[in-house]
């Protein structure tokens, strides 16, 4: 008999340990692979979907918000379980509604682009404004783009431009960018509203 358990012990352990090898991400590392647009491929191409269950769990269970948008991102593009767009993008909601920046903005994306949801710009405004607000520099560019094109509402446009020109920016490509999407918010603007906006603390003024 122990001759026979040490025997599948023998057979079991080489599957648990291989098992065992992939360890789910931490906050910080599955928030740059969000951020960096590789959450999907780590998933399905460098984890061999072996963490399905373990983001289930902390999707479902203990509702944490990057995980949340793992999920609800999961669904949406059928990557390691049977597509499901609208399961999929009331996960994304449910992590946008916890605070996640990111649901926010990806949410908006989707709203921009009519892809999987009707083609909605003000409603993408409507999920920008508050990750513009959170400090998300995408975001901002976005919010102000939208502005540009004539959707959302004049009375915001004195808050984003000042989130905007207030960015600090890591490469003089995306400054130039921002740049250009101000000046042409400045054109929607009465002088003295760019004048406030400007400020470093817009109630100063």
């Known amino acids: ?15 648990t340990l291989a098992a065992e090898a992939v360890d789910v991400y931490t906050q910080e590392q599955l928030l740059e ?19 399905v269950q373990d983001i289930e769990a902390r ?15 999961m669904f949406i593009h059928g990557t390691c379980v049977k597509q499901d767009a609208p399961r999929g993008l009331a996960l994304l909601k449910a992590s946008a509604g916890q605070g996640s920046t990111e649901a926010m903005l990806q949410i908006a994306r989707y709203y921009e682009q009519g892809k999987y949801v009707l083609k909605n710009k003000h409603r993408s405004v409507q999920y920008l404004y508050p990750a513009a607000a959170n400090g998300d520099q995408q975001a901002r560019m976005m919010l ?11 009375r915001d446009y004195e808050m984003a431009y ?14 130039d960018q921002a740049w250009g ?9 009465p002088a003295s509203a760019v004048a406030r906006a400007r400020g470093e603390h817009l109630w100063n003024y």
């Not at 999707?59 to 609800?72: H, N, R, S």
């Not at 000042?162 to 400054?175: A, G, I």
């Not at 999407?181 to 603007?189: H, I, P």
């Open 59 to 73: 999707a479902e269970v203990l509702k944490q918000p990057l995980y949340q948008y793992l999920w609800g991102e």
């Open 144 to 154: 102000v783009r939208l502005y540009n094109e004539g959707f959302g509402s004049p």
């Open 162 to 175: 000042h989130w905007l020109y207030n960015e600090v920016f890591n490469d003089q490509k995306t400054k």
């Open 181 to 189: 999407l101000l000046k042409k918010l400045e054109s929607k603007m």
């Open 33 to 51: 692979l969000i951020r960096s647009q590789k959450h999907l491929e780590q998933v399905k191409k460098v984890d061999d979907c072996q963490l």
């Open 1 to 15: 008999m122990l001759r026979v358990m040490s025997a599948l012990l023998l057979v079991v352990s080489p599957i």
